[in-house]
């Protein structure tokens, strides 16, 4: 009996939070699709696109903590790196940060129906399997910045596999992009959403948790060359790391309706390495 309502209760509260979400892109899609035309209207639409967040968010129902440590003025543009752990990144990523911020994405997401090409025009995308692509995007990256709209990377460059416990070895380009363009990079942790909506394949798993992201102190680039990039990567990997939770790491079990041993989506550790393609990277506190 418990299995069953654990079970109702994981489904009832998957929909609420997809029909939540949903809702405001389909009401305000008509707007959204005119703002996009036009460059100079980007501001209104990432402002809409904002309130969709902070509205969804919202009626997920859950508590959501956010914590801003000495940020710079609202003028001073910067590079955020944040850790990448969930399909809800971005728009808590939106919720937290305030300005018209850019926001560096895969490309796939281009390709969702009607929701993509909004995204595709007013951010930036990157096949990270493309040097051209990636390239392209940081030379956009590094135009927005020059314009004084703040950016966003997740140097991850994806989910990791154990999402709130390991990262990924940063990828130099943020970094890099930094130091060229003298702007501080701030970190930005968010240790919980692979709790709320995990990266899992073929399903779509959704379950109540709290919610926190930090933006850390920023770390200045100015007077920093091509050769303080490692130490700078370790450092804005290290500080992210510090709010992982050792009692939250793992991906929350699928609801079922018949007794399982392992969860689905567990596999070896060494088949885990294998499918990343490099060695990931092994916190203090995992």
Known sequence: MLRLLRFVAHRFYTTWSTFWFVLP?????????VL???PTWHPYLHTLNRGWS??????????VEVVKKNQPPATQPCLYVANHSSYIDIPL???????????????SLANVPLWGPIFGSTYITVNRESAVSRGRAMIQAKKSLEAGRSVVI????????KPGE???PFKDGAFQLAIATGVPIVPVSMPLNHRFMPDVAGTLRVRYSPLRIVLHDPIPTTNLTAADVPALKEQAFRIIAS???????????PSTL????????????????????SQPQFLPNS
Not at 258 to 277: D, M, W, Y
């Open 25 to 33: 892109f389909v009401v305000t899609y008509p707007a959204q699709w």
């Open 36 to 38: 996009r035309r036009r």
């Open 54 to 63: 902070i509205f969804a968010i919202r009626m997920w129902g859950m508590p």
């Open 93 to 107: 990523l939106f919720k937290a940060i305030p300005g018209f911020i850019n926001i560096v994405g895969k490309s």
């Open 154 to 161: 997740f140097p991850e460059g994806k989910i990791s596999l």
């Open 166 to 168: 390991e990262m990924l």
């Open 243 to 253: 709010e992982f939770r050792p009692e939250a790491a793992g991906i929350p079990a």
């Open 258 to 277: 018949r007794a399982s041993g392992a969860p689905a989506n567990s596999k070896p550790a060494s088949a885990e390495t294998q499918a990343v393609g």
